[in-house]
Nanobody
């Protein structure tokens, strides 16, 4: 069992940056691949980024590639999402998720956080 708690969301102007954090409970964090997803009003939940257990594999949605970076610190049981050059279309609730393997598909993840709101003003 893993519990995930996101933080770091907020209101930022277009072009600005935010860093989201996702803290995991338990001593098995390093055995989980991690992912970030987002859900904007009126839209489907969308894959953002994923990282393998050892951090060697990362994959990004085309919409965020070159602007967002996923990272993890297994010693701190935390995964991060650094978001730069933010755009109004990045506005959404951002969720972290843990699963057995890295994936762009939400159903492949077993545990989810409660989400953190990111709002980008134009």
């Amino acid at each position: 069992q893993v519990q995930l708690v996101e933080s770091g969301g907020g209101l930022v102007q277009a072009g600005g940056s935010l860093r989201l954090s996702c803290a995991a409970s338990g001593r098995t964090f390093s055995s989980y691949a991690m992912g970030w997803f987002r859900h904007a009003p009126g839209k489907e939940r969308e894959f953002v980024a994923t990282m393998s257990q050892n951090g060697r594999i990362t994959y990004y949605a085309d919409s965020v590639k070159g602007r967002f970076t996923i990272a993890r610190d297994n010693a701190k049981n935390t995964v991060y999402l650094q978001m730069n050059s933010l755009k109004p279309e990045d506005t959404a609730v951002y969720y972290c998720a843990a699963g057995g393997s890295w994936s762009t598909t939400a159903r492949r993840y077993d545990y989810w956080g409660q989400g953190t709101q990111v709002t980008v003003s134009s």
